[in-house]
């Protein structure tokens, strides 16, 4: 089992930033690919990028160039540096990790962007 946890949410103004982070613990050996996911009220989760093991990353067309995704295997988390934020970027983020095959998801952070 992996867990999960999300943090560095929070209420910003357009044009701000904000960092998340990810920590996974538990069965931690051998975590594959992350990423980071979104899900806005009334909306679909998308992917908003995601991270290998030796970090190549892919990016989301909508945030390429504002985001940037990075992990630190020795410290078991990944992070979301999130830049020149919009109101639409409105949403709750969420961590995916792989291992093992499995599939593992965090609760959840919240990010609001005012106009």
């Known amino acids: 089992q992996v867990q999960l946890v999300e943090s560095g949410g929070g209420l910003v103004q357009a044009g701000g930033s904000l960092r998340l982070s990810c920590v996974a613990s538990?069965?931690?050996?051998?975590?594959?690919?992350m990423g980071w996911y979104r899900q806005a009220p009334g909306k679909q989760r998308e992917l908003v990028a995601t991270?290998?093991?030796?970090?190549?990353?892919n990016y989301a067309d909508s945030v390429k160039g504002r985001f940037t995704i990075s992990r630190d295997n020795a410290k078991n988390t990944m992070y979301l540096q999130m830049n020149s934020l919009k109101p639409e970027d409105t949403a709750v983020y969420y961590c995916?990790?792989?291992?093992?095959?499995?599939?593992?998801w965090g609760r959840g952070t919240q990010v609001t962007v005012s106009s």
């Open positions: 995916k990790a792989r291992h093992f095959g499995d599939e593992y």
């Open positions: 538990g069965s931690i050996l051998s975590i594959g690919a």
């Open positions: 991270i290998s093991v030796v970090s190549s990353t």
